[in-house]
């Protein structure tokens, strides 16, 4: 069983921070303001190979706030990567990769969306995404860690300990079972070390550290 105290105080606030900047890097492309609200110090002290991804993307940050192609470029990338038709693409819902069959909108999608309303939580559905959209699951594990972040600070240790068994039984049952899939597909589609590197940081937020060391794309020449 997970030891809730070694945690830490800071832990279910740094880790909600940190799925926060995923929710908005992997909801729409990056234009220059999503680029210059872009602050990744959440990531800082998560271990070396998160810190060289973390870095990696700074870099690349502030090249494309520089350098106009280069903005193009990563606007690009995402639409090819993230929000295109074109068969294979590695699109961020967890039906393509959790049912077997590679289709949208099936059983997964129910699923969560059953798990939203069990646990108070309106998904964010403004563009109409599906609840097993990555950002709308990323939503929803930051949002029980706020949870459990508001108990611990109230001094609630029961409620502190199920918001976060809620956050693991969730990562678990759903997020462990096809971001790593995810993970592997966009990063062999990318083009930019930008998105291979943001690819890592999600790994270190939803995978344990072991497959977040497997998986660190460094930056190419």
Same mark, same amino acid.
Not at 4 to 29: M, P, S, T, Y
Not at 85 to 92: E, I, K, M, N, V
Not at 120 to 131: I, T
């Given at each position: 069983?997970?030891?809730h105290?070694?945690?830490?105080?800071?832990?279910?606030k740094?880790?909600a921070?940190?799925?926060?900047?995923?929710?908005r890097?992997?909801?729409?492309?990056?234009d220059?303001?999503?680029?210059?609200? #872009?602050?990744?110090?959440?990531?800082?002290?998560?271990?070396?190979a998160?810190?060289?991804?973390?870095?990696?993307?700074?870099?690349?940050?502030?090249?494309?706030?520089?350098d106009?192609?280069?903005?193009?470029? #990563?606007?690009?990338?995402?639409?090819?990567?993230?929000?295109?038709?074109?068969?294979?693409?590695?699109?961020?819902?967890?039906?393509?990769?959790?049912?077997?069959g590679?289709?949208?909108?099936?059983g997964?999608?129910?699923?969560?969306?059953?798990?939203?309303?069990?646990g108070g939580?309106?998904?964010?559905q403004?563009?109409?995404?599906?609840e097993?959209?990555l950002?709308?699951?990323?939503?929803?594990?930051?949002?029980?860690?706020?949870?459990?972040?508001?108990?611990?600070?109230?001094?609630?240790d029961?409620?502190?300990d199920?918001a976060?068994?809620?956050?693991?039984?969730?990562?678990?049952?759903?997020l462990?079972?096809?971001?790593?899939f995810?993970?592997?597909?966009a990063?062999?589609?990318?083009?930019s070390?930008?998105?291979?590197?943001i690819?890592?940081?999600l790994?270190?937020?939803?995978c344990?550290?072991?497959?977040?060391?497997?998986?660190?794309?460094p930056?190419?020449g």
């Amino acid at each position: 069983m997970e030891n809730h105290d070694a945690l830490g105080e800071g832990f279910c606030k740094a880790q909600a921070e940190r799925l926060r900047l995923l929710v908005r890097i992997f909801w729409n492309v990056a234009d220059r303001e999503a680029l210059e609200s #872009l602050d990744l110090a959440p990531f800082d002290g998560m271990g070396e190979a998160v810190e060289r991804a973390r870095e990696a993307v700074e870099r690349d940050r502030r090249r494309a706030l520089a350098d106009d192609g280069a903005a193009r470029d #990563l606007r690009v990338e995402y639409t090819a990567l993230f929000a295109s038709s074109r068969l294979g693409a590695p699109l961020p819902y967890e039906s393509l990769y959790a049912d077997g069959g590679g289709l949208l909108m099936q059983g997964a999608r129910d699923e969560v969306r059953e798990l939203y309303r069990a646990g108070g939580y309106a998904a964010g559905q403004e563009d109409g995404e599906p609840e097993d959209h990555l950002s709308n699951e990323l939503r929803f594990l930051a949002f029980l860690y706020d949870r459990a972040c508001l108990a611990q600070e109230a001094g609630r240790d029961a409620e502190r300990d199920g918001a976060l068994s809620e956050a693991s039984a969730f990562k678990e049952g759903h997020l462990d079972r096809w971001v790593p899939f995810f993970c592997d597909r966009a990063s062999a589609t990318a083009e930019s070390d930008f998105y291979r590197n943001i690819l890592v940081l999600l790994r270190s937020c939803v995978c344990d550290r072991a497959s977040c060391q497997d998986s660190a794309h460094p930056e190419r020449g």
